[in-house]
């Protein structure tokens, strides 16, 4: 039992693989990140169209 756990922890055959799943994960942290801030962005500039086109519409009554 011992002797295989020293090989378990002497093998080092998968840390690339366990390397590269890590920084596929913080890849997609930030990407979702970056999204998050475009769509908020965008909300705002379309609530600002919406509440500027009602105000024009207003006016024109």
């Not at 590269?20 to 379309?46: C, F």
């Amino acid at each position: 039992m011992r002797e295989t756990l020293k090989q378990l922890l002497a093998d080092r055959k998968g840390t690339s693989a366990v390397e590269m799943g890590l920084l596929l994960g913080l890849v997609v942290l930030a990407m979702l990140s970056a999204i998050q801030g475009v769509a908020d962005e965008n909300t705002k500039m379309w609530q600002d169209v919406a509440t500027k086109s009602s105000e024009a519409i207003a006016k024109t009554r």
